[in-house]
Structure formats: structure tokens, C-alpha cells
């Protein structure tokens, strides 16, 4: 049955608590997202933060599956906007800071339940421990946040290192400092647009920062089928192992386009599943019904159920008795027609016509 899947061991690593959500320390793996607003024109201030866009895109994170979010703030006058949105954002909101340490002083001073700040972009030392000293008084945690875009240049110009040893060198350079001036509530991230490249940079992590707790992604991974294609990959794999406390999907799309994406990874992999997962065969000239529009179907229905589900519907007799059986509730089509299983027991027959609908009566017994 669905609730018999093996979750692979995950690392140790220490919880720190963003808002009143905890990561790492064996909590859930947390489902992360970025709002993509464009800044809105002010007649005094000129370009700034769109606090109501940005809470409206927040709502549908959130009601897409989203539990924490991201915002950049472009520049200091953002700051007001920045703190209307904190105050009213249904999930807890870490601030995004590049270039000006004011801002992520100002961020923490204002509601962010978080930073996280880029060592390429703040390269002075001095700009990073403001940023520490403040978030250290708000008592909230930061993310080291390395991409290999932007890194240092000390690091980056180095020819005896892979990209992947720049990115974990990088991080873990920014970690020992934060240790050195008692700040232990981090989490790290060292992410690239190449799939191998982000897994060794994380496995490098995991071996050398062992109880730190990582943000893992693969960065600029592009539109939504190859962005999808490369995240599964390089998050499947780190998860696989045991390697990462929370994640962002990042995808060149509307970013609730991101939450199902993140979900289904985590529910391949056996590591969460808070969603249905859909089991379909791809057809082949045995199928004796059109099965392709009724798994569609299946599967936009799917999308407004919150159960861990799992849910079968099969085109013929090879699979597809056993796969029915052994799904919560599952179909086995045949002539014109279909099997319902429900809990592994042979429940009844249906019509093709009726196959959708006699599955979700099922799932609403469940």
C-alpha cells in the first residue's frame, strides 16, 4: 500500500527555526519559494517593493503548498513596503539581500523571520558582521547563500578548484566565520545551474559541515519542463541520500508552478508525501479504453486534494490488477470498462464513463 514507502536515512544536522517553522534537526523537509513582483513607481521614492502584489502571490504560495518565502528587496526605500508585507504575510518571510548590508540590517530590524545574504555579493567582511550583529539581536537565523554566478572573486579566480570546491570552500569559509563570532543559527546553500556540479558542491557540504542545515536547489534550472527535468535530478539524488532540510524548486514561471514540482520530488523519493500521487500506465494497443483523457482528468482533480494518497489508474490486465491492488484506491481497465480496488479488495465494477467519478467517491471514504 502508499504509506509502506522506505524514507531514506536523512543527515543530523541542528534545527534553527524560521518563524514557526523549524528546519533541520529531523523536521519535515521544508517546500520553499521566491516572489517574482515587479517593482511598483512611487511618486516620492520611485521604484519599490509592491507590498500588495507581493502578498498576493505569497496567499497563492501558500495555498499551493509553499511554507516559507523569499523577497528581494530591491533598495532602501523598499524597507516600509518590506515591512508591510512581514507584518501580514500568512507564512514567515526572509529577506533577500544583495550589494547594501543597510538593507539586510534594516530587514531584520523590520520583521524578516529570516536573511539570507550572498558572500559574492557583500564582499566586505565588515558589511557581513553588521548583518550578523542585527540578526543576532532579532534572534533570527541567516542563510549562507552561494551561487556560482557570484562568487568572490578570491575564490572564484582560484585555478586549482572545481566549481563545485569553489562553492563549498566559499560556504564554509562564511560558516567558520559565523562560528568565530558566536553565530551558530545558519543554514547553507551553493547552488549552480549544473546538476553535477550542484550535487558535488552539497555532498562536499554535508561531509565538511555535517550538522548544518541545507538549503538545497539547483539555481537557474529554466523554464518549467527543463527546470523540472534538472531539479528532480539533483534534488532526487541529495534527498536519496539524506542530504537536505529544505528546498526550492527554481523555475523561469509563475513560482506557485514551483510548489508542485517540490512536492512531487519529495513524495518520489519517499521522503514526504503530503499530496496524491497518481500511478498511470502510458497505454500501449491492449488498452481497450481512452485512458489518456481519464488520467488527466484524474489528475486535475487530484490537485484539490490534501491526503498523502496514493492512486492508481491502469489501461490493462498486465499491471494493471496489481497495481490497482496495491495503491489506496486504484482502476484496472478492461473491455469498456474498469475495476475499482479499494484498500488492495476488489470494491466493484464501473463503466468507463464512470471511472472518475466512482474513484473520487472512493477517495472521499478514505
Do not use: W
Not at 530591491?74 to 507584518?87: D, G, I, K, T, Y
Not at 523540472?228 to 528546498?247: N, R, V
Not at 500501449?284 to 486534494?305: F, G, K, M, N, T
Request: hydrophobic content about 40%; some cysteine; charged content about 25%.
Amino acid at each position: 500500500m502508499a504509506d509502506t514507502q522506505t524514507e531514506p536515512a536523512r543527515n543530523k544536522t541542528r534545527q534553527v527555526m524560521v518563524g514557526d517553522v523549524p528546519i533541520g534537526g529531523g523536521a519535515p523537509v521544508v517546500v520553499q519559494s521566491m516572489t517574482n513582483v515587479p517593482m511598483r513607481e512611487d511618486d516620492d521614492l520611485g521604484p519599490v517593493l509592491d507590498a500588495d502584489g507581493n502578498l498576493e502571490q505569497i496567499e497563492r504560495l501558500k495555498d499551493a503548498g509553499c511554507e516559507v518565502v523569499r523577497v528581494a528587496i530591491p533598495n532602501r526605500n523598499s524597507l516600509e513596503f518590506f515591512a508591510q508585507v512581514c507584518e501580514k504575510s500568512p507564512l514567515p518571510v526572509v529577506a533577500d539581500i544583495h550589494f547594501d548590508h543597510l538593507i539586510g540590517v534594516g530587514a531584520a530590524r523590520v520583521g524578516a523571520a529570516a536573511l539570507r545574504i550572498n558572500p559574492g555579493t557583500l564582499p566586505a567582511i565588515q558589511a557581513v558582521d553588521a548583518i550578523i550583529d542585527e540578526a543576532g539581536e532579532a534572534k533570527i537565523p541567516i542563510r549562507i547563500g552561494v551561487n556560482a554566478g557570484s562568487l568572490e572573486r578570491e575564490v572564484a579566480d582560484r585555478q586549482d578548484l572545481s566549481i563545485a570546491e569553489k562553492l563549498a570552500l566559499s560556504a564554509r569559509t562564511y560558516v567558520e566565520h559565523f562560528d568565530e563570532r558566536g553565530f551558530s543559527d545558519v543554514v547553507v546553500s551553493a547552488k549552480a545551474h549544473d546538476v553535477m556540479t550542484t550535487v558535488e558542491a552539497y555532498r562536499e557540504l554535508s561531509r565538511s559541515c555535517p550538522d548544518v542545515p541545507l538549503h538545497i536547489g539547483v539555481t537557474e534550472a529554466g523554464t518549467v519542463q527543463q527546470g523540472t527535468i534538472k531539479s528532480s535530478i539533483g534534488l532526487g539524488m541529495l534527498l536519496a541520500e539524506g542530504i537536505g532540510d529544505t528546498l526550492r524548486v527554481s523555475l523561469t514561471a509563475d513560482p506557485v508552478e514551483e510548489m508542485a514540482v517540490a512536492y512531487g520530488i519529495l513524495s518520489a523519493v519517499g521522503v514526504r508525501r503530503v499530496r496524491p500521487e497518481l500511478v498511470s500506465c502510458p497505454t500501449c494497443s491492449r488498452c481497450q479504453v481512452d485512458l489518456i483523457p481519464i488520467a488527466e482528468e484524474v489528475q486535475r482533480r487530484l490537485a484539490d486534494i490534501d491526503k498523502p494518497l496514493q492512486v492508481a489508474v491502469m489501461g490493462c490486465v498486465v499491471n494493471g490488477p496489481g497495481e490497482a491492488k496495491d495503491a489506496d484506491v486504484g482502476v484496472a481497465c478492461a473491455d469498456d470498462c474498469g475495476v475499482l480496488f479499494f484498500h488492495g479488495e476488489n470494491a466493484q465494477r464501473v463503466e468507463s464513463d464512470r471511472i472518475v467519478d466512482a474513484l473520487f467517491e472512493a477517495i472521499d471514504k478514505l
